[in-house]
């Protein structure tokens, strides 16, 4: 059975203070838990950066998968070049599969020495945040993934992952694995908010632990019920969602 396992690692950069006139900084390094939102706790009580940094190490199986970036990048740069560079044999004559306006793109083939071949569309040859893209890999592999994660810059403010009507590929933005509902994959906070704008929409989950791989039956999603059925997800994996309208995934999330 084909499993896609992640390492997953935070590196909080913050300031520690010494006496009245000198600061120093200093790295703590923690080990998170699946369960990433409860991470806060365990950290000391001298942390007070709001930056947490990290990097993730994704399982990819031989055949098709559903990869996503897990990690904000704050250079803006999400292209498939700068996050799977050159020089990685074991991606060698891997293929992606880029979603755009409603379609799939030629594949996108990736040479160990030049990188990925995304003529004549390297301008939407990226794994944004939240986003993400098909792969399809001779071969079981690992790539890593490192960046800033993604928080609500305040309290009672969410992270917006914004969607449209139709089908579209879409991830988490907070690096954590578990079910749809503990990611909170929801259109709202508020349970039941008429005005959730995921309200009938679909969720279609690729699952690399069948083989063939092939897609679950889709999961509906309610304001009140959330995900039917509640599906896994791991880190840094995508899925396909099908929306009636625009509008955003709503989650606040804070490590600190």
Same mark, same amino acid.
């Given at each position: 059975?084909?499993?896609?396992?992640?390492?997953?690692?935070?590196?909080?950069?913050?300031?520690?203070?010494?006496?009245?006139?000198?600061?120093?900084?200093?790295?703590?390094?923690?080990?998170?838990?699946?369960?990433?939102?409860?991470?806060? !706790?365990?950290?000391?009580?001298?942390?007070?950066?709001?930056?947490?940094?990290?990097?993730?190490?994704?399982?990819?199986?031989?055949?098709?998968?559903?990869?996503?970036?897990?990690?904000?990048?704050?250079?803006?740069?999400? !292209?498939?070049?700068?996050?799977? $560079?050159?020089?990685?044999?074991?991606?060698?004559?891997?293929?992606?599969?880029?979603?755009?306006?409603?379609?799939?793109?030629?594949?996108?083939?990736?040479?160990?020495?030049?990188?990925?071949?995304?003529?004549? *569309?390297?301008?939407?040859?990226?794994?944004?945040?939240?986003?993400?893209?098909?792969?399809?890999?001779?071969?079981?592999?690992?790539?890593?993934?490192?960046?800033?994660?993604?928080?609500?810059?305040?309290?009672?403010?969410?992270?917006?992952?914004?969607?449209?009507?139709?089908?579209?590929?879409?991830?988490?933005?907070?690096?954590?694995?578990?079910?749809? *509902?503990?990611?909170?994959? %929801?259109? !709202?906070?508020?349970?039941?908010?008429? *005005?959730?704008?995921?309200?009938?929409? !679909?969720?279609?989950?690729?699952?690399?632990?069948?083989? $063939?791989?092939?897609?679950?039956?889709?999961?509906?999603?309610?304001?009140?019920?959330?995900?039917?059925?509640?599906?896994?997800?791991?880190?840094?994996?995508? %899925?396909?969602?099908?929306?009636?309208?625009?509008?955003?995934?709503?989650?606040?999330?804070?490590?600190?």
């Amino acid at each position: 059975m084909l499993t896609l396992a992640s390492d997953f690692e935070i590196l909080r950069p913050h300031t520690e203070n010494i006496n009245t006139s000198h600061m120093r900084t200093k790295t703590l390094l923690l080990t998170a838990a699946l369960a990433a939102a409860g991470a806060a !706790s365990s950290m000391a009580a001298d942390v007070y950066s709001v930056n947490a940094v990290g990097y993730a190490n994704i399982s990819i199986p031989g055949g098709f998968s559903l990869i996503a970036c897990p990690f904000e990048q704050t250079s803006g740069d999400y !292209s498939l070049q700068t996050l799977l $560079p050159p020089g990685n044999a074991n991606l060698q004559d891997a293929s992606a599969y880029i979603f755009s306006s409603g379609h799939f793109l030629p594949p996108m083939l990736y040479d160990s020495t030049d990188g990925w071949d995304c003529f004549p *569309n390297c301008a939407v040859a990226n794994l944004p945040l939240g986003g993400g893209a098909f792969i399809l890999s001779p071969r079981a592999l690992t790539v890593t993934f490192v960046g800033q994660v993604k928080q609500s810059p305040s309290v009672g403010v969410t992270v917006d992952n914004s969607f449209s009507g139709g089908f579209q590929i879409k991830s988490s933005m907070i690096p954590q694995a578990g079910t749809a *509902n503990t990611l909170q994959i %929801f259109g !709202s906070t508020t349970v039941g908010d008429p *005005n959730d704008q995921l309200q009938d929409s !679909s969720m279609y989950h690729f699952n690399i632990a069948t083989s $063939p791989h092939r897609y679950d039956p889709p999961a509906l999603y309610d304001a009140t019920d959330k995900w039917d059925p509640d599906y896994s997800l791991r880190i840094g994996e995508a %899925f396909f969602l099908l929306a009636p309208r625009s509008g955003a995934i709503k989650r606040e999330f804070h490590v600190n």
